[in-house]
């Protein structure tokens, strides 16, 4: 995948979109749910950063592809970061953009903790922990790894 720096992305937005999958309200996400590993590698190495989905062109991505600019970056992984605390929400690219004064920490803290939208790291992981147990537990998900472990042998 192409990396994007902190210089590549826009930090103006305030606000979620409606349906960002780093909000209580979005449904179960697969592009989220496979990359939680690598998010959470980044987040203990405060490395952590996330386009909009809406914005990011790359084909990897799963957005529409079609914006033109500069993609966004993601307000709902930010306030993620930021409602959750306890050092998870001191990440390199939050710190590089403030500096520049292109995002304000303290007026993003108090949005991301005034909005009971916006999971917690530990909520985003509790939720696909047991969306991906109810996936895995269906007929159809258990055929399919009876039929990988087979191939195996």
């Known amino acids: 995948m192409e990396l994007l720096t902190v210089n590549d992305v826009a930090w103006d937005r305030q606000r979620p979109c409606n349906d960002c999958p780093f909000l209580k309200t979005s449904p179960f996400h697969e592009g989220i749910a496979g990359s939680l590993p690598a998010y959470m590698e980044s987040i203990k190495g405060g490395t952590f950063s996330h386009t909009c989905h809406k914005s990011?062109?790359?084909?990897?991505?799963d957005g529409p592809h079609t914006?033109?600019?500069?993609?966004?970056h993601c307000v709902g992984?930010?306030?993620?970061?930021?409602k959750t605390g306890g050092g998870l929400d001191v990440q390199l690219p939050l710190?590089?953009?403030?500096?520049?004064?292109e995002l304000d920490l303290a007026a993003a803290a108090?949005?991301?903790k005034a909005d009971d939208r916006v999971f917690t790291v530990t909520g985003l992981l509790r939720f696909y922990e047991r969306e991906l147990g109810r996936r895995a537990a269906t007929p159809k998900a258990k055929a399919a790894a009876r039929r990988s472990r087979r191939k195996g042998r």
């Not at 990011?56 to 991505?61: A, L, Q």
Request: proline residues 11%; negative net charge.
């Open 56 to 61: 990011d062109p790359r084909p990897e991505c």
């Open 67 to 72: 914006w033109q600019g500069q993609p966004w």
């Open 77 to 82: 992984a930010v306030q993620m970061l930021l």
């Open 95 to 101: 710190l590089q953009a403030a500096e520049r004064g």
């Open 110 to 112: 108090i949005a991301a």
